[in-house]
């Protein structure tokens, strides 16, 4: 289990938001720098110049109190400048743990199934017997009709193909292969419109 505490640290403030001439004009650094080193001569500075901050390490606490106490919401070189005391974040274990057991169903693929988890049975399949029947005594070019038409759907009919195998006759294409039968194509229905215009 980690635990995350946040200790104040209170040897060192965070100046926000720092004027842009700070990172780049070396005059403005030093006076920066100097509004500090009057608490404490030995102060270092670490400038974070993307985040728009200073961080300032003082040798002292009471050093750096007092420096937050007196410059906290001052003005310097035109902007308002806010101090904070620098906060520590520690987080007990080094490394990351495995995520808890309730929700380790979400990975994919699951390690292994939650609690109470049944695999389903898969249905039966569903077997038309009538439909069977009806095509087992079909003859070669008999039909048999699924499903009648209306006038918004079209019929299905079952058509039997004739054996061509018993004419005792192979039609036989290039390179001494069979010929591939031709595929009649399905007649599209005619297109009735529904809408008046």
């Not at 990975?107 to 199934?113: D, H, K, T, V």
């Not at 918004?152 to 294409?173: A, K, R, Y």
Request: glycine share 6%.
């Amino acid at each position: 289990m980690h635990l995350k505490t946040t200790k104040c640290n209170n040897f060192c403030l965070v100046a926000t938001p720092v004027d842009h001439e700070i990172f780049s004009r070396p005059q403005i650094r030093e006076q920066f720098e100097a509004l500090f080193r009057a608490f404490d001569p030995s102060t270092s500075f670490q400038f974070f110049k993307s985040f728009r901050r200073v961080r300032i390490n003082f040798t002292d606490a009471l050093a750096a109190a007092e420096a937050r106490v007196k410059l906290h919401k001052s003005d310097f070189n035109g902007k308002e400048m806010r101090l904070y005391f620098a906060q520590s974040v520690h987080i007990g274990s080094p490394r990351l743990e495995p995520p808890k057991p309730e929700k380790q169903f979400l990975i994919s693929p699951p390690a292994s199934p939650p609690v109470g988890w049944a695999q389903s049975q898969d249905a039966k399949p569903i077997i038309n017997y009538d439909l069977l029947c009806a095509v087992s005594k079909l003859g070669p070019g008999e039909q048999y009709e699924l499903h009648t038409g209306t006038t918004n759907t079209p019929s299905v009919i079952v058509h039997v193909c004739e054996d061509d195998s018993s004419d005792g006759e192979d039609e036989t294409g290039e390179g001494g292969k069979p010929a591939r039968p031709k595929i009649i194509q399905t007649r599209r229905p005619d297109y009735v419109p529904s809408v008046n215009q």
